[in-house]
């Protein structure tokens, strides 16, 4: 292979969205550059090894472009719930890597995902982050488009020869894959791939076990979101849903037994116990999140089973008892609300679902090598008294908002780690907790470990390896 063609350094992207402020996501300068070490710079694939990845997967600029090609472009990627375009004309815009993408439903209710470039002279059609329209209107030279991306307005046309308006190159660009699953969106540029049920795998179940925390088995993405940036690299995000080692300690301040910042149910008195010895450098100490499993499948997809992570009061309401087990039955409605086989979902590479308790939609939006945006919809139940999606929403405020308990701990770390690993010594950052114990799980290639271990990480990285030393399809 060659050495990666480089595009022009995006850091310290100028970037204007919604409110995040400007100077927010300036990147970090880096301190000094690292050094390529014994890895030959020439072959990407040298980056990944069992137990390890170097410090270059996360601070390359020319390894970032290399990702938005053959890792964003080549992968389904998430874009919305068909709840948050229900009529004609709605709208959401997204990401697929760096193309800019609009999600719309169109006047007969087709949904369609459109390049959101002018096919003109290419200029943006539209900057906002949702709405809705009778149809697209460029700022440029006043070009519009229906909703199913055709035009359908050019302004002074008698200049152009006839022939130039049959043009079909006038409409907007489709995306070139859209796939529905039982209302989640997913695109992709790619022409050519496994179909999107085949890509997320063993994620289908975490999809369908959300929908049956539903009595009515549909779910609304209609409570707004949380939408903030780190100045730190794509994959800590998305690392850091499957990372059960790092509580106790990033998270002290919330889960301690004697210094909690939030009661785990109302009128609980105690902390949440989270290590069965008082000193987790114990040599049999264990982390009480181990008695959950991480499973990492092939295309890098991996989920959390955690047996606690539902019990919460809000969700332990007798009327939702009662909607869940008419639905389900009595047993099936108690496992659902007592347990989870499937907790965090992490749909690499775009996005995270939390699929119990807290639930709710993270998309990771990579901008730049070293900046990322987070946007969080917390999900509501369709059926369910208001008490108990106002309880998931309270519950998404306290723990991934940016006014957080939990999360702001986890965006401090992730820029700790981007500006850490600017010290260019040591060479690698370590996965290997539980390296050569995991165990076969029932998917294709799916490896199992206790949820503290690195399982689910190595999955996404010999995904990342496998798209990354392959050249264009
Ligand atoms: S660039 Fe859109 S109309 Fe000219
Ligand atoms: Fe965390």
């Given at each position: 292979?060659?050495?990666?063609?480089?595009r022009?350094?995006?850091?310290?992207?100028?970037?204007?969205?919604?409110s995040?402020?400007?100077?927010?996501?300036?990147?970090?300068?880096?301190?000094?550059?690292?050094?390529?070490?014994d890895?030959?710079?020439?072959?990407?694939?040298q980056?990944?090894?069992?137990?390890?990845?170097?410090?270059?997967?996360y601070?390359?600029?020319?390894?970032f472009?290399?990702?938005?090609?053959?890792?964003?472009?080549?992968?389904?990627?998430?874009?919305?719930?068909?709840?948050?375009?229900?009529?004609?004309?709605?709208?959401?815009?997204?990401?697929?890597?760096?193309?800019?993408?609009?999600v719309?439903?169109?006047?007969?209710?087709?949904?369609?995902?459109?390049?959101?470039?002018?096919?003109?002279?290419?200029?943006?059609?539209?900057?906002?982050?949702?709405?809705?329209?009778?149809?697209f209107?460029?700022?440029?030279?006043?070009?519009?488009?229906?909703?199913?991306?055709d035009?359908?307005?050019i302004?002074?046309?008698?200049?152009?020869?006839?022939?130039?308006?049959?043009?079909?190159?006038?409409?907007?660009?489709?995306?070139?894959?859209?796939?529905?699953?039982r209302?989640?969106?997913?695109?992709?540029?790619?022409?050519?791939?496994?179909?999107?049920?085949?890509?997320?795998g063993?994620?289908?179940?975490?999809?369908?076990?959300?929908l049956?925390?539903?009595?009515?088995?549909?779910?609304?993405v209609?409570?707004?979101?949380?939408?903030?940036?780190?100045?730190?690299?794509?994959?800590?995000?998305m690392?850091?849903?499957?990372?059960e080692?790092?509580?106790?300690f990033?998270h002290?301040?919330?889960?301690?037994?004697?210094g909690?910042?939030?009661?785990?149910?109302?009128?609980?008195?105690g902390?949440?116990?989270?290590?069965?010895g008082?000193?987790?450098?114990?040599?049999?100490?264990?982390?009480?999140?181990?008695?959950?499993?991480?499973?990492?499948?092939?295309?890098?997809q991996?989920y959390?089973?955690?047996?606690?992570?539902?019990r919460?009061?809000?969700?332990?309401?007798?009327?939702?008892?009662?909607?869940?087990?008419?639905?389900?039955?009595?047993?099936?409605?108690r496992?659902?609300?007592?347990?989870?086989?499937?907790?965090?979902?992490?749909?690499?590479?775009?996005?995270?679902?939390?699929?119990?308790?807290?639930?709710?939609?993270?998309?990771v939006?990579?901008?730049?090598?070293?900046?990322?945006?987070?946007?969080?919809?917390p999900?509501?139940i369709?059926?369910?008294?208001?008490?108990i999606?106002?309880?998931?929403?309270?519950?998404?405020?306290?723990?991934?908002?940016?006014?957080?308990?939990?999360?702001?701990d986890?965006?401090?770390?992730?820029?700790r780690?981007?500006?850490?690993?600017?010290?260019?010594?040591?060479?690698?950052v370590?996965?290997?907790?539980?390296?050569g114990?995991?165990?076969?799980?029932?998917?294709?290639?799916?490896?199992?470990?206790?949820?503290?271990?690195?399982?689910?990480?190595?999955a996404?990285?010999r995904?990342?390896?496998?798209?990354?030393t392959?050249a264009?399809?």
């Amino acid at each position: 292979m060659g050495t990666p063609a480089r595009r022009p350094d995006r850091q310290g992207l100028k970037y204007q969205r919604g409110s995040i402020k400007e100077e927010t996501m300036q990147t970090a300068a880096p301190l000094r550059p690292v050094p390529a070490a014994d890895v030959d710079p020439t072959d990407v694939g040298q980056l990944v090894r069992e137990d390890r990845v170097h410090a270059r997967v996360y601070t390359d600029p020319a390894i970032f472009d290399m990702e938005m090609e053959r890792i964003f472009e080549r992968a389904w990627i998430f874009m919305a719930h068909e709840s948050q375009i229900p009529n004609a004309g709605d709208f959401v815009t997204s990401r697929i890597g760096r193309h800019p993408v609009i999600v719309v439903r169109d006047g007969k209710g087709q949904v369609h995902v459109l390049y959101n470039r002018c096919p003109h002279r290419g200029a943006i059609l539209c900057r906002e982050p949702e709405g809705n329209v009778h149809h697209f209107a460029c700022p440029y030279h006043g070009w519009s488009f229906r909703t199913n991306g055709d035009i359908t307005g050019i302004p002074f046309r008698s200049a152009y020869p006839e022939s130039f308006l049959k043009d079909e190159n006038l409409s907007m660009a489709h995306v070139e894959r859209v796939e529905n699953y039982r209302g989640f969106i997913f695109a992709s540029v790619a022409r050519q791939g496994p179909s999107l049920v085949a890509f997320i795998g063993p994620l289908k179940d975490g999809l369908d076990n959300l929908l049956d925390r539903s009595p009515s088995g549909e779910i609304e993405v209609s409570a707004g979101v949380h939408q903030y940036a780190y100045k730190g690299n794509w994959k800590m995000q998305m690392e850091n849903g499957l990372d059960e080692y790092h509580p106790p300690f990033s998270h002290a301040s919330t889960v301690k037994p004697d210094g909690q910042q939030v009661q785990r149910s109302y009128g609980a008195k105690g902390g949440f116990k989270v290590l069965t010895g008082s000193d987790p450098n114990q040599e049999n100490a264990r982390s009480h999140y181990d008695h959950g499993e991480v499973h990492g499948a092939r295309y890098g997809q991996a989920y959390l089973t955690i047996p606690d992570a539902t019990r919460r009061s809000e969700l332990d309401d007798p009327d939702y008892r009662r909607l869940l087990a008419e639905r389900h039955g009595e047993e099936k409605a108690r496992a659902l609300i007592e347990s989870s086989n499937m907790s965090n979902a992490v749909f690499y590479p775009s996005v995270i679902m939390r699929v119990t308790g807290n639930m709710h939609i993270r998309v990771v939006r990579p901008i730049s090598v070293g900046l990322t945006e987070v946007l969080v919809w917390p999900i509501q139940i369709k059926g369910v008294a208001d008490g108990i999606n106002q309880g998931i929403v309270r519950y998404a405020n306290v723990h991934v908002s940016v006014s957080s308990f939990v999360q702001t701990d986890d965006l401090e770390v992730f820029e700790r780690v981007y500006e850490g690993l600017q010290a260019g010594r040591p060479d690698w950052v370590m996965l290997a907790r539980g390296v050569g114990q995991d165990w076969d799980g029932p998917y294709p290639d799916e490896k199992v470990g206790l949820a503290t271990w690195e399982t689910g990480m190595r999955a996404q990285f010999r995904y990342w390896k496998e798209q990354m030393t392959e050249a264009g399809r």
